[in-house]
């Protein structure tokens, strides 16, 4: 008999309402920062990949996000609309303002926060949407023998 899968945590978690680091929280994620830093693609990536619930992959997002970069320079304007999905799904508010000014002036900040939320929010961006399906169905624990049936009382 097969085992039933716990889906991993939903993304929207009623009452959140608070980003569980700052903008600027860096210190307390160096390596996340530091691939960041050197390739935003691939943050980027990841994180899509877990907002979109496995529709899109990492590397077709970070792919997308590699051109815009080198041909418009507007990545921004892409990146700012998962930033305001991530929001929605958590109840965030927008801070310190809007999704695209966030982007616009601290684009890798950005990533990186949205990348430490979903982390918070029990979901690892470097598994990928399914990596994460398969970390959570693991915790699904099955008894090993069926469970005993009382027999009716006898007087």
């Known amino acids: 008999m097969d085992s039933p899968v716990k889906p991993p945590p939903p993304l929207y978690a009623p009452g ?12 307390s994620d160096i390596s996340s920062c530091c691939c960041t830093l ?4 691939v943050t980027f990536g990841r994180n899509a990949e877990i907002l979109d619930k496995g529709t899109s992959s990492c590397a077709a997002s970070g792919a ?22 991530l929001r929605h799904e958590y109840a965030l508010p927008a801070r310190p303002c809007n999704d695209f000014l966030v982007h616009l002036f601290c684009e ?3 990533l990186c ?9 029990g979901l690892d961006p470097a598994l990928g949407w399914h990596g994460n399906l398969r ?12 469970p005993v049936v009382i027999e009716e009382m006898k007087r």
Not at 16 to 27: F, P, R
């Open 16 to 27: 959140t309402g608070q980003w569980s680091s700052s903008l600027c929280g860096c210190l």
């Open 38 to 41: 050197w390739f935003p693609c």
């Open 64 to 85: 997308v996000y590699l051109v815009l970069c080198m041909f418009t320079g507007c990545e921004c304007v892409f990146t700012s609309i998962y930033r305001a999905k």
């Open 108 to 110: 890798c900040c950005a």
């Open 113 to 121: 926060q949205e990348y430490r939320e979903l982390k918070y929010r």
């Open 135 to 146: 970390k959570h169905a693991e915790g699904v624990v099955m008894p090993v023998k069926p």
